[in-house]
Protein backbone atom coordinates (compact mmCIF):
# COMPACT_ATOMS: atom_id res chain seq x y z
CA UNK A 1 0.00 0.00 0.00
CA UNK A 2 1.35 3.42 -0.58
CA UNK A 3 0.73 6.97 0.88
CA UNK A 4 0.32 9.92 -1.29
CA UNK A 5 2.27 12.75 0.32
CA UNK A 6 1.61 16.32 -0.05
CA UNK A 7 5.11 18.12 -1.10
CA UNK A 8 5.95 20.76 1.55
CA UNK A 9 5.54 24.13 0.48
CA UNK A 10 8.49 25.52 -1.83
CA UNK A 11 9.36 22.08 -3.36
CA UNK A 12 9.23 23.46 -6.71
CA UNK A 13 11.66 25.98 -5.71
CA UNK A 14 14.15 23.04 -4.85
CA UNK A 15 14.04 21.90 -8.35
CA UNK A 16 11.67 18.40 -7.40
CA UNK A 17 8.69 17.81 -9.22
CA UNK A 18 5.46 19.39 -8.26
CA UNK A 19 2.60 17.31 -7.30
CA UNK A 20 2.68 14.71 -4.51
CA UNK A 21 5.70 12.34 -3.32
CA UNK A 22 4.29 8.87 -3.23
CA UNK A 23 6.05 6.60 -0.93
CA UNK A 24 4.77 2.78 0.47
CA UNK A 25 3.48 2.62 3.88
CA UNK A 26 6.20 0.95 5.68
CA UNK A 27 7.10 0.71 9.44
CA UNK A 28 10.36 2.25 10.81
CA UNK A 29 11.02 -0.71 12.74
CA UNK A 30 9.61 -3.86 11.18
CA UNK A 31 7.79 -5.93 13.72
CA UNK A 32 8.22 -9.53 11.68
CA UNK A 33 12.11 -9.02 11.70
CA UNK A 34 12.09 -8.80 15.49
CA UNK A 35 11.33 -12.33 15.96
CA UNK A 36 14.51 -13.46 13.83
CA UNK A 37 16.60 -10.54 16.04
CA UNK A 38 15.12 -12.54 18.96
CA UNK A 39 15.96 -16.11 17.72
CA UNK A 40 19.80 -14.78 16.97
CA UNK A 41 20.09 -13.02 20.31
CA UNK A 42 19.22 -16.01 22.08
CA UNK A 43 21.68 -18.16 20.02
CA UNK A 44 24.54 -15.57 20.57
CA UNK A 45 23.64 -15.96 24.04
CA UNK A 46 23.58 -20.16 24.01
CA UNK A 47 27.25 -19.76 22.38
CA UNK A 48 28.29 -17.99 24.60
CA UNK A 49 27.54 -20.13 27.56
CA UNK A 50 28.62 -23.23 25.79
CA UNK A 51 31.88 -22.00 24.96
CA UNK A 52 31.97 -24.08 22.32
CA UNK A 53 34.72 -23.88 19.22
CA UNK A 54 31.90 -23.84 16.51
CA UNK A 55 29.07 -22.34 17.43
CA UNK A 56 31.18 -19.13 18.31
CA UNK A 57 33.06 -19.81 15.19
CA UNK A 58 30.22 -19.88 12.64
CA UNK A 59 28.38 -16.61 14.32
CA UNK A 60 31.40 -14.69 14.27
CA UNK A 61 32.48 -15.68 10.78
CA UNK A 62 29.09 -15.41 9.41
CA UNK A 63 28.04 -12.26 10.83
CA UNK A 64 31.34 -10.50 10.06
CA UNK A 65 30.84 -11.98 6.56
CA UNK A 66 27.33 -10.20 6.68
CA UNK A 67 28.80 -7.18 8.21
CA UNK A 68 31.42 -6.98 5.73
CA UNK A 69 29.71 -7.08 2.72
CA UNK A 70 26.85 -5.10 3.43
CA UNK A 71 29.01 -2.18 4.74
CA UNK A 72 31.06 -2.40 1.48
CA UNK A 73 28.41 -2.92 -0.88
CA UNK A 74 26.35 0.07 0.77
CA UNK A 75 29.40 2.35 0.75
CA UNK A 76 30.74 1.64 -2.51
CA UNK A 77 28.53 0.45 -4.52
CA UNK A 78 24.77 1.39 -3.58
CA UNK A 79 25.48 4.67 -1.71
CA UNK A 80 26.94 6.48 -5.47
CA UNK A 81 23.91 4.92 -6.66
CA UNK A 82 21.36 6.19 -4.64
CA UNK A 83 22.75 9.90 -4.61
CA UNK A 84 22.28 10.18 -8.16
CA UNK A 85 18.55 8.61 -8.35
CA UNK A 86 15.70 11.15 -8.43
CA UNK A 87 14.15 12.23 -5.39
CA UNK A 88 10.22 10.13 -5.72
CA UNK A 89 12.99 7.22 -6.46
CA UNK A 90 15.03 7.87 -3.52
CA UNK A 91 12.62 8.26 -1.31
CA UNK A 92 10.73 5.03 -2.35
CA UNK A 93 13.87 2.81 -1.85
CA UNK A 94 15.13 4.48 1.18
CA UNK A 95 11.54 3.49 2.19
CA UNK A 96 12.29 -0.04 1.46
CA UNK A 97 15.55 -0.10 2.51
CA UNK A 98 16.10 1.36 5.50
CA UNK A 99 13.31 0.16 8.17
CA UNK A 100 15.19 -3.47 7.47
CA UNK A 101 18.98 -1.86 7.74
CA UNK A 102 17.66 -0.50 11.75
CA UNK A 103 17.46 -4.23 12.01
CA UNK A 104 20.67 -5.72 10.56
CA UNK A 105 23.26 -3.38 10.66
CA UNK A 106 22.94 -3.80 15.33
CA UNK A 107 22.09 -7.40 14.68
CA UNK A 108 25.16 -8.98 12.77
CA UNK A 109 27.54 -5.78 14.23
CA UNK A 110 26.48 -7.25 17.69
CA UNK A 111 26.54 -11.27 16.97
CA UNK A 112 30.03 -10.23 14.99
CA UNK A 113 32.01 -9.06 17.97
CA UNK A 114 30.23 -10.80 20.82
CA UNK A 115 30.77 -13.83 19.31
CA UNK A 116 34.32 -13.13 18.01
CA UNK A 117 35.56 -11.58 21.96
CA UNK A 118 34.22 -15.27 23.29
CA UNK A 119 35.93 -16.85 20.11
CA UNK A 120 39.32 -14.71 21.11
CA UNK A 121 38.86 -15.60 24.57
CA UNK A 122 38.72 -19.35 24.26
CA UNK A 123 41.59 -19.57 21.78
CA UNK A 124 43.65 -16.95 23.51
CA UNK A 125 44.07 -14.83 20.40
CA UNK A 126 42.79 -11.54 22.11
CA UNK A 127 45.82 -12.20 25.17
CA UNK A 128 48.72 -9.76 25.22
CA UNK A 129 51.57 -13.13 24.84
CA UNK A 130 49.49 -14.09 21.31
CA UNK A 131 52.43 -13.34 18.52
CA UNK A 132 50.11 -11.48 16.35
CA UNK A 133 48.86 -9.48 19.55
CA UNK A 134 49.53 -6.02 17.84
CA UNK A 135 47.38 -7.08 14.56
CA UNK A 136 44.69 -7.41 17.22
CA UNK A 137 45.01 -4.36 19.03
CA UNK A 138 44.89 -3.56 15.23
CA UNK A 139 41.34 -4.84 14.99
CA UNK A 140 40.17 -3.39 18.12
CA UNK A 141 40.69 0.13 16.78
CA UNK A 142 39.31 -0.43 13.62
CA UNK A 143 36.33 -2.16 15.25
CA UNK A 144 36.04 1.22 17.45
CA UNK A 145 36.59 3.81 15.17
CA UNK A 146 33.70 1.84 12.99
CA UNK A 147 31.43 2.09 16.12
CA UNK A 148 31.54 5.47 16.85
CA UNK A 149 30.82 6.43 13.05
CA UNK A 150 28.16 3.62 13.18
CA UNK A 151 26.76 4.71 16.58
CA UNK A 152 27.17 8.46 16.59
CA UNK A 153 26.26 9.48 13.03
CA UNK A 154 24.99 6.09 10.54
CA UNK A 155 22.49 4.99 12.83
CA UNK A 156 20.77 8.16 14.10
CA UNK A 157 20.71 9.81 10.59
CA UNK A 158 18.71 6.11 9.63
CA UNK A 159 15.89 6.39 12.56
CA UNK A 160 16.01 9.83 11.59
CA UNK A 161 15.17 9.96 7.84
CA UNK A 162 12.83 6.78 8.47
CA UNK A 163 10.93 9.22 11.11
CA UNK A 164 10.87 12.17 8.46
CA UNK A 165 9.72 10.29 5.67
CA UNK A 166 6.90 8.83 8.19
CA UNK A 167 5.56 12.28 8.38
CA UNK A 168 2.65 13.19 6.57
CA UNK A 169 4.76 16.02 4.56
CA UNK A 170 8.64 15.02 4.66
CA UNK A 171 11.48 18.18 4.18
CA UNK A 172 12.85 16.82 0.81
CA UNK A 173 15.78 19.04 2.52
CA UNK A 174 15.63 17.13 5.34
CA UNK A 175 15.75 13.72 3.90
CA UNK A 176 19.02 14.79 1.41
CA UNK A 177 20.78 16.19 4.01
CA UNK A 178 20.55 12.64 6.42
CA UNK A 179 20.33 10.65 3.53
CA UNK A 180 23.91 12.63 2.93
CA UNK A 181 24.82 11.67 6.29
CA UNK A 182 24.07 8.08 6.11
CA UNK A 183 25.52 7.59 2.71
CA UNK A 184 28.90 9.24 3.56
CA UNK A 185 28.99 7.60 6.34
CA UNK A 186 28.48 3.96 4.68
CA UNK A 187 31.36 4.70 2.32
CA UNK A 188 33.57 5.31 5.36
CA UNK A 189 33.12 2.44 6.94
CA UNK A 190 32.71 0.75 3.21
CA UNK A 191 36.49 1.67 2.90
CA UNK A 192 37.48 0.84 6.83
CA UNK A 193 36.02 -2.31 6.45
CA UNK A 194 38.93 -3.20 3.70
CA UNK A 195 41.29 -2.51 6.71
CA UNK A 196 38.92 -5.37 8.48
CA UNK A 197 39.99 -7.60 5.89
CA UNK A 198 43.07 -7.32 5.89
CA UNK A 199 43.55 -7.65 9.28
CA UNK A 200 41.43 -10.76 9.72
CA UNK A 201 43.30 -12.53 7.21
CA UNK A 202 46.36 -11.67 8.21
CA UNK A 203 45.29 -13.26 11.73
CA UNK A 204 43.91 -16.53 9.87
CA UNK A 205 47.08 -16.49 7.96
CA UNK A 206 49.18 -16.57 11.13
CA UNK B 1 14.36 23.31 7.24
CA UNK B 2 14.58 24.20 10.84
CA UNK B 3 17.71 26.40 10.60
CA UNK B 4 18.00 27.40 14.15
CA UNK B 5 21.71 27.17 16.23
CA UNK B 6 21.61 24.51 18.25
CA UNK B 7 24.99 23.02 20.79
CA UNK B 8 27.08 20.39 18.95
CA UNK B 9 25.40 17.68 20.61
CA UNK B 10 26.70 15.18 18.08
CA UNK B 11 30.12 16.19 18.27
CA UNK B 12 30.14 15.94 21.63
CA UNK B 13 28.63 12.68 21.79
CA UNK B 14 30.73 10.86 19.21
CA UNK B 15 34.11 12.48 20.83
CA UNK B 16 32.42 10.91 24.11
CA UNK B 17 31.87 7.49 22.86
CA UNK B 18 35.69 7.75 21.39
CA UNK B 19 36.77 8.17 25.22
CA UNK B 20 35.20 5.37 26.52
CA UNK B 21 35.80 2.95 23.24
CA UNK B 22 39.76 3.75 24.13
CA UNK B 23 39.28 2.88 27.84
CA UNK B 24 37.89 -0.31 26.42
CA UNK B 25 40.73 -0.76 23.88
CA UNK B 26 43.42 0.18 26.65
CA UNK B 27 41.93 -2.49 29.25
CA UNK B 28 41.39 -5.14 26.69
CA UNK B 29 44.65 -4.88 25.09
CA UNK B 30 46.80 -5.73 27.76
CA UNK B 31 44.64 -8.96 28.97
CA UNK B 32 45.65 -10.89 30.89
CA UNK B 33 48.14 -8.95 32.79
CA UNK B 34 47.28 -6.15 35.54
CA UNK B 35 47.20 -2.76 34.16
CA UNK B 36 47.35 0.72 36.21
CA UNK B 37 43.52 1.79 35.90
CA UNK B 38 44.31 5.15 35.93
CA UNK B 39 44.13 6.03 32.51
CA UNK B 40 41.51 4.00 31.76
CA UNK B 41 39.18 5.89 34.93
CA UNK B 42 40.76 9.29 33.32
CA UNK B 43 39.03 8.39 29.76
CA UNK B 44 35.72 7.06 31.40
CA UNK B 45 35.62 10.46 33.94
CA UNK B 46 36.02 12.65 30.73
CA UNK B 47 33.37 10.89 28.84
CA UNK B 48 30.65 11.08 30.94
CA UNK B 49 31.51 14.52 31.73
CA UNK B 50 30.90 15.16 28.23
CA UNK B 51 27.50 13.29 28.25
CA UNK B 52 26.75 15.63 31.06
CA UNK B 53 27.79 18.56 29.04
CA UNK B 54 25.18 17.35 26.22
CA UNK B 55 21.98 17.10 28.37
CA UNK B 56 23.39 20.79 30.04
CA UNK B 57 23.87 22.04 26.79
CA UNK B 58 20.27 20.96 25.49
CA UNK B 59 17.97 22.12 28.15
CA UNK B 60 19.42 25.38 27.58
CA UNK B 61 18.02 25.29 24.33
CA UNK B 62 14.60 27.56 23.99
CA UNK B 63 11.54 25.31 22.61
CA UNK B 64 13.73 21.94 22.28
CA UNK B 65 11.30 19.15 21.03
CA UNK B 66 11.53 17.04 24.30
CA UNK B 67 8.67 15.06 23.26
CA UNK B 68 10.18 13.99 20.05
CA UNK B 69 13.45 13.45 22.39
CA UNK B 70 11.90 11.09 24.35
CA UNK B 71 9.48 9.46 21.99
CA UNK B 72 12.70 7.89 20.16
CA UNK B 73 15.08 8.07 22.66
CA UNK B 74 13.33 5.47 25.28
CA UNK B 75 13.20 2.76 22.31
CA UNK B 76 16.43 3.38 21.63
CA UNK B 77 17.59 3.29 25.55
CA UNK B 78 15.89 -0.09 25.14
CA UNK B 79 18.01 -1.62 22.63
CA UNK B 80 21.09 0.14 23.90
CA UNK B 81 20.54 -1.54 27.20
CA UNK B 82 20.04 -4.56 25.58
CA UNK B 83 22.55 -4.89 23.63
CA UNK B 84 24.99 -3.28 26.91
CA UNK B 85 23.58 -5.87 28.83
CA UNK B 86 24.99 -9.00 26.35
CA UNK B 87 27.96 -7.12 26.47
CA UNK B 88 27.90 -7.11 30.10
CA UNK B 89 26.58 -10.77 30.40
CA UNK B 90 30.16 -11.63 28.37
CA UNK B 91 32.73 -10.05 30.94
CA UNK B 92 30.70 -11.43 33.73
CA UNK B 93 31.11 -14.91 31.78
CA UNK B 94 34.84 -13.94 31.04
CA UNK B 95 35.11 -13.80 34.91
CA UNK B 96 35.94 -10.17 34.61
CA UNK B 97 36.12 -8.45 38.25
CA UNK B 98 37.00 -5.66 40.62
CA UNK B 99 38.32 -2.27 38.71
CA UNK B 100 38.24 -3.49 35.52
CA UNK B 101 34.69 -4.55 35.75
CA UNK B 102 33.68 -1.35 37.20
CA UNK B 103 35.33 0.71 34.75
CA UNK B 104 33.94 -1.37 31.83
CA UNK B 105 30.41 -1.38 33.40
CA UNK B 106 30.27 2.67 33.90
CA UNK B 107 31.28 2.90 30.51
CA UNK B 108 28.53 0.47 29.19
CA UNK B 109 26.54 3.06 30.94
CA UNK B 110 27.79 5.95 29.38
CA UNK B 111 27.76 3.95 26.18
CA UNK B 112 23.86 2.94 26.18
CA UNK B 113 22.78 6.40 27.37
CA UNK B 114 24.48 8.59 24.92
CA UNK B 115 23.52 6.51 21.95
CA UNK B 116 19.78 6.86 22.16
CA UNK B 117 20.42 10.36 23.42
CA UNK B 118 22.09 11.08 19.83
CA UNK B 119 19.13 9.22 18.34
CA UNK B 120 16.80 11.16 20.23
CA UNK B 121 18.46 14.81 19.16
CA UNK B 122 18.78 13.71 15.87
CA UNK B 123 15.37 13.42 15.25
CA UNK B 124 14.38 16.48 17.36
CA UNK B 125 16.77 18.61 15.71
CA UNK B 126 14.33 18.30 12.67
CA UNK B 127 11.20 18.90 14.54
CA UNK B 128 9.02 21.58 12.90
CA UNK B 129 5.51 22.83 14.88
CA UNK B 130 4.02 23.36 11.43
CA UNK B 131 4.39 19.64 10.24
CA UNK B 132 3.37 18.32 13.37
CA UNK B 133 0.19 20.57 13.54
CA UNK B 134 -0.78 18.93 9.84
CA UNK B 135 -1.14 15.84 11.62
CA UNK B 136 1.83 14.43 13.68
CA UNK B 137 3.71 10.94 13.25
CA UNK B 138 3.36 7.24 13.81
CA UNK B 139 6.84 6.58 15.56
Given at each position: ????????????????????????????????????????????????????????????????????????????????????????????????????MVLIMPTVVTLTLAAG?????????????????????????????????????????????????????????????????????????????????????????? | ???????????????????????????????????????????????????????????????????????????????????????????????????????????????????????????????????????????
Amino acid sequence: MADVLAPPPGIEAEGLPPGAIERPDFEIVPRKGLIIVGVLAVLLIVAIAVNKLWPLMFLHVAGGAAWTITDLFLGLVLGPIIARMSIPARVEFTTRLMPKMVLIMPTVVTLTLAAGWQLGSKLGTVLSSYPNHGWVVASFIVVGVMSVIALGLLEPANIAVLIELKKPRPNPQVIERLMKRFIYSAGILGVMQIATLVIMTKLSAG
Amino acid sequence: MNERRLPPVTQIGMASLALIVAGGIYLSSHLPNHVPLGPAVALLVASALLLIANFIALARVQGFAWNRFFAVAKWSLLAYVFTAGMIEYAFLRDHVSGGTLLVLTLSLVVYAVHVPTLMGFTVARYYDPEQEAIGGIGV
